[in-house]
């Protein structure tokens, strides 16, 4: 049975309310009862903190994100009839004040570039703007200490969790090389260096020997697999930071986490519109972006296929991704960026398989799962995708190679 809006009671909390009283709103999610039954403090209560409670016509979970819950709310004014609320998970960042500040101050550069070089006729570029409580914050805080907060919807635009075909894969470059045309000259002591460690492969490392050795891991094939795939990779995971040490990568302003399903396409034109999920812009590698972008729009099967001895990376879908990229953003690229590309989708995808497998090591304690093998599984998916680029290598570094 679907529910609709009434009251569900739940032995270890209090009523629940689904959405709004009085109007019936359907679902189609198996599970949204007891997801919504995780939830002490109900989306619609703090969707009425940055919108007028009697303007909200409807809040619905949003996505597919691996971290936070994500809601499209739907309210009855004409200016703007949508926009995007989140819980955040408690835990990750340890000032999120100053996550908000860099997305401010992203957001404020990017829109000036735009505002001074506007886009060709026939393209838009949407960035999410912050929306404030009545109180006038970009953070809502519950009655059980999680944060909440709400952005601008992006019209006409949906994501997709993995790449459809070559034009698509074009249009998912272009995305990422105009967001670096967009901040590369925003000033790095502006930003907030928000999740230090993230994507420096030798600290995921590091924590994966910690908790191999606190939890002794089992025994099936596929763990098995894993844990070995680890092991005879050690090598490669400073690859990057060896390089900016030795002064050959420098930091820039970077998304951070640029993957497929991150990046808005319109659902008329087809052409990318946006790029969300904007936690991680800080100062990083711009190495990160592309390992993490080319890695996700490579693999047709996406990162959450039961099928992962099946993946594989698709050369011609890099191709496309790359050139996609170098329209808008070719020309900040140094020899040194593009002699370390073929690292960057390797060891992104290493890294990614590794962030799983210790989270499934350690409990499903921070990447969202519906059964307890999922974060095993996306491993797999990852490292069967490491394997693949690495039996390509040739081919992939031929597709770096710098122009002229």
């Known amino acids: 049975m679907v529910p609709t809006w009434g009251t569900f009671s739940n032995n270890k909390r209090k009523a629940l309310h689904f959405l709004v009283p009085q109007k019936r709103i359907g679902y189609t999610i198996p599970n949204l009862l007891s997801f919504l039954l ?7 209560t703090a969707a009425c903190q940055f919108a007028p409670k009697d303007t909200i016509l409807s809040v619905l979970p949003y996505g597919s994100g691996n971290v936070h819950d994500t809601f499209r709310v739907t309210v009855g004014r004409v200016e703007e009839n949508q926009f995007l609320l989140q819980r955040l998970k408690a835990g990750i960042f340890q000032n999120l004040e100053e996550v908000m500040h860099n997305i401010r101050i992203f957001s404020e550069h990017a829109r000036n570039r735009l505002e001074n070089s506007p886009l060709e006729l026939g393209r838009r570029w949407e960035i999410p703007r912050i929306l404030m409580t009545a109180e006038g914050s970009d953070l809502w805080k519950d009655g059980d200490g999680f944060r909440w907060r709400a952005f601008s919807w992006i019209d006409q635009a949906r994501s997709f969790d993995a790449v459809q075909d070559l034009n698509q894969a074009g249009e998912i470059g272009w995305a990422l090389g105009i967001f670096h045309n967009l901040i590369h000259d925003l000033p790095l002591e502006t930003l907030f260096d928000t999740l230090e460690g993230f994507h420096v492969t030798p600290h995921y490392l590091r924590c994966y020997d910690r908790v191999l050795s606190q939890k002794p891991p089992g025994k099936s094939p596929e763990l098995d697999f894993a844990l070995l795939f680890v092991k005879d990779r050690r090598r490669i995971v400073a690859v990057l930071e060896e390089a900016r040490n030795q002064g050959y990568l420098n930091l820039r302003p970077i998304h951070g986490d640029p993957k497929v399903n991150n990046v808005m396409i319109d659902t008329v034109s087809g052409q990318a519109v946006g790029l969300v999920d904007l936690d991680t812009v800080k100062p990083g590698l711009i190495h ?3 390992g993490d972008c080319l890695r996700s729009s490579s693999n047709p099967l996406g990162e ?8 594989c990376f698709k050369t011609e879908l890099c191709r496309a991704v790359w050139e996609g990229y170098l329209d808008r953003a070719g ?3 140094t020899d040194y960026d593009y002699a370390f590309m073929f690292e ?5 995808a290493f890294e990614l398989g590794l962030r799983f497998l210790t989270d499934f090591l350690e409990g499903n304690v921070y990447f969202k799962t519906g ?4 974060n095993l599984i996306r491993a797999l998916v990852q490292f069967k995708l490491t394997q693949s680029i690495e039996e390509q290598e040739k081919e992939i570094r031929a597709i770096f190679r710098k122009p002229g």
């Open 38 to 44: 995780t939830l002490n403090v109900h989306p619609f």
């Open 371 to 374: 059964h307890p093998r999922q």
């Open 331 to 333: 020309e900040f690229l």
């Open 304 to 311: 959450e296929s039961e099928k992962w001895e099946a993946v």
């Open 344 to 348: 960057a989708v390797r060891l992104i």
């Open 288 to 290: 990160y972006d592309l």
